[in-house]
């Protein structure tokens, strides 16, 4: 299974970006998607995860401002990110627990990474 993330980059303070996350591979079924982040010296920590069902979990300091959404038929995620802080620059990584095709097993999944960096 593959997660390939995109979307990342420089952005001003108080801009806009859009991560993407595209799973592909022998997948019979996914479970909950969501994302990451870990900034340089700091622990990789949850910013926001949806269940298969939709719900969504989001981190305090990024609610009101990212917000997560998954196309199920194109088994993509993705973060909506507003009113971006300095404090947002970190890597984000894509994560997917999902049921495989071959052996019906729970397993679960992470992207390489993508840089986001927001500065002046």
């Known amino acids: 299974v593959q997660l390939v993330e995109s979307g990342g980059g420089l952005v001003q303070p108080g801009g806009t970006l859009t991560l993407s996350c595209a799973a592909s591979?022998?997948?019979?079924?996914?479970?909950?998607m969501g994302w990451y982040r870990q900034a340089p010296g700091k622990q990789r920590e949850l910013v926001s995860i949806?269940?298969?069902?939709?719900?969504?979990s989001t981190a305090d300091s990024v609610k009101g401002r990212f917000t997560i959404s998954r196309d199920v038929a194109k088994n993509t995620v993705f973060l909506q990110m507003h009113s971006l802080k300095p404090e947002d620059t970190a890597v984000y990584y894509c994560?997917?627990?999902?049921?495989?095709?071959?052996?019906?097993?729970?397993?679960?999944?992470w992207g390489l990474g993508i840089q986001v960096t927001v500065s002046s």
């Open positions: 591979g022998r997948i019979f079924s996914f479970g909950d």
């Open positions: 994560y997917s627990e999902f049921i495989d095709a071959d052996w019906y097993s729970r397993k679960n999944a």
């Open positions: 949806i269940t298969a069902g939709g719900n969504t």
